[in-house]
């Protein structure tokens, strides 16, 4: 892990060179355990040049002692901005950037304690650089992904037509994804039946599932702090022919993308190509939302797709999730995570895509 955390530093450190930064104040679960190996609430650290300061409460110093193998100094305190001011006294370490994401009481105190710094908001300083994934974190997004599959092979035998309510399912694929060595639920599921499914983010309600109906089930896990994030829809009972044109078209738009991601594809690319795919076929109009997302540390993360040029690049894992949804009626989306590679792309979600009808 060491020499994986020592990588990301190196890189933190000349971001901090190109953009003209002496330090840089790091915030954010996510991003601390990203730069440290620490995992844990209330923790902040600073990265200057040939300076690496984390500092943390009494609660969380032993862990950090533990956990963290870079090069840190590691400081015990209620205060951590203070702190860091009085170990840079002295220094010559002024310009200092900073999250713009901050909230604005955080921006407040932050000015406040840095006076006669130069402050620096940065945008998305480490969000950007944890958009391509390391092996480590590959390893991890594709254990949870094969967890994600074996639960929904396993929820398939659960579900029972007129028994069982989209609650039930819920309980069950996150019990199960716990007994297959996940952490925890990656995000609050979307277990969607009938008219609810037309809903692209329709949570679990007490509904019972009936024959006839579709079912949409979005749902994923942690696994060492990465996540999965998965969608299949299946059709409980029997399936009209409309249900059926609807499932291919898009299965087809999801399996168009499969073929087309590789690196070089831009950003307007990725989104359009299943897209078009939809409109050709008459559903533009009920494929409401963006193509996909960034997956990693957080469920949703970037980058996120539309009308940029810029391109996706190697060791991106991105969702692939085309839907449509007829209100009222029902809806259909499918969702697998990609690895991105120079001339193509894997597919780390392996659960069955083949139209499924549960009896
Ligand atoms: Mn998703």
């Known amino acids: ?63 950090a002692k533990q956990s963290i193998t870079a090069e840190f100094e590691i400081v015990e305190t209620r205060s951590a901005l203070t702190e860091i001011i009085k170990l840079l006294e002295g220094s010559h370490l002024k310009t200092i950037g900073f999250d713009e994401q901050v909230t604005y009481a955080d921006y407040q105190t932050l000015s406040q304690i840095f006076q006669g710094f130069d402050l620096q908001a940065q945008h998305l300083f480490l969000e950007d650089l944890r958009i391509i994934k390391d092996e480590s974190e590959i390893a991890a997004i594709r254990k949870a992904c094969q967890i994600s599959d074996k639960a929904f092979i396993d929820v398939l035998d659960f579900i029972k037509p007129g028994q069982t309510t989209e609650m039930a399912v819920n309980h069950f694929l996150d019990a199960r994804m716990r007994q297959y060595g996940a952490e925890c639920a990656s995000f609050e599921f979307i277990v969607a039946s009938g008219y609810r499914s037309a809903m692209p983010h329709g949570v679990a309600s007490d509904k019972i599932i009936q024959s006839g109906e579709t079912l949409t089930l ?15 829809t299946v059709h409980v009972g029997h399936v009209t022919d409309e249900e059926r044109l609807i499932y291919e078209t898009v299965l087809a738009a999801n399996q168009a993308l499969i073929d087309a991601a ?10 359009q190509i299943p897209r078009q795919l939809i409109q050709d076929a ?26 940029s040029d810029e391109t996706i690049k190697p060791n991106m894992v991105l969702t692939d999730e085309p839907g449509i949804y007829i209100p009222d009626k029902y809806g259909v989306r499918i969702e697998d995570d990609l690895l991105i590679t120079e001339d193509g792309c894997e597919v780390l979600t392996l659960a069955p895509k083949e139209l499924i009808v549960i009896k």
Request: proline content about 1%; overall charge negative; aromatic content about 16%.
């Open 262 to 271: 590789k690196a070089g594809v831009t950003y307007r690319q990725f989104d």
């Open 218 to 232: 979005d749902f994923g896990c942690y696994y060492d702090h990465y996540v999965s994030d998965m969608t299949r």
């Open 282 to 307: 008459g559903f533009g109009d009920y494929f409401t939302h963006g193509i996909g997302h960034g997956i990693g540390l957080d469920i949703h993360e970037y980058p996120y797709f539309g009308t």
């Open 1 to 63: 892990m060491s020499a994986i955390i020592e990588a990301r530093l190196k890189k933190v450190e000349e971001k901090l060179e190109a953009n003209g930064l002496d330090g840089i104040i790091i915030s954010g679960q996510r991003n601390v355990y990203y730069v440290t190996g620490f995992w844990g609430t209330e923790s902040t650290v600073f990265i200057g040049r040939n300076r690496r300061i984390f500092l943390t409460d009494a609660r969380y110093t032993l862990i």
